[in-house]
């Protein structure tokens, strides 16, 4: 139910909302010192009205930024390509799912985003505790999972648009928090300083 209210709220977003607040997402993200000393970054493209992420990938990029980004895997687990610029990507339609922007390229394995200095994860909203509301595929899940079992303490971050930092979001066992949430106004701190 609250996933459905959160994405009615970005469906009713104009093309140019969401490249304005794409432009001033990047500006903002690039101001974050964790990103600003990361050799590898995992990231991930926007879709449709999602915070758009390809300007802040470019600028990574072009700071010489190692940029991974996940492929779908039937299990709904990720694989991770290099990013090499819009070019690079392909439009993948995965089953009934939404078509996602894949790196075209090699892959380099599940345990590819251990390498991450900072890893960058979709979400529809976080609360107050740092605790994320992702779509509910679980994909992410598995890469938080992942992280831990490898000991790999990267800087989680999540982007999001300002109306989706809220009070509380539903919390299950496994969930994991967040340490930042960037908006396109301002960034949230949550837990541990970074």
Do not use: C
């Not at 001033?24 to 879709?47: F, G, I, K, N, Q």
């Not at 609360?127 to 800087?155: C, F, I, Q, T």
């Amino acid at each position: 139910m609250l996933r459905r209210e959160f994405l009615a709220v970005r469906n009713r977003l104009t093309a140019d909302d969401v490249r304005a607040a794409a432009s001033a997402l990047a500006e903002r993200a690039l101001d974050l010192p964790e990103l600003a000393r990361a050799r590898t970054v995992a990231a991930y493209v926007s879709v449709d009205t999602e915070p758009g992420t390809l300007a802040l990938l470019d600028a990574l990029r072009a700071r010489g930024v190692h940029v991974l980004l996940p492929a779908l895997l039937p299990d709904n687990d990720l694989d991770w390509g290099a990013y090499e610029g819009e070019g690079s990507l392909a439009r993948v339609r995965h089953g009934g799912k939404m078509a996602l922007f894949e790196p075209a390229g090699e892959r380099l394995g599940p345990d590819a985003v251990v390498s991450a200095d900072v890893v960058l994860l979709p979400g529809l909203a976080v609360d107050a505790r740092g605790m994320r509301l992702g779509r509910g595929g679980g994909s992410y899940d598995r890469v938080l999972a992942r992280l831990e079992r490898a000991d790999a303490h990267p800087a989680l971050v999540v982007l999001l648009y300002d109306t989706e930092v809220v009070e509380h979001v539903p919390e299950e066992a496994h969930d994991q928090p967040v340490h930042a949430a960037v908006t396109p106004t301002g960034v949230h701190r949550f837990h541990r300083p970074l």
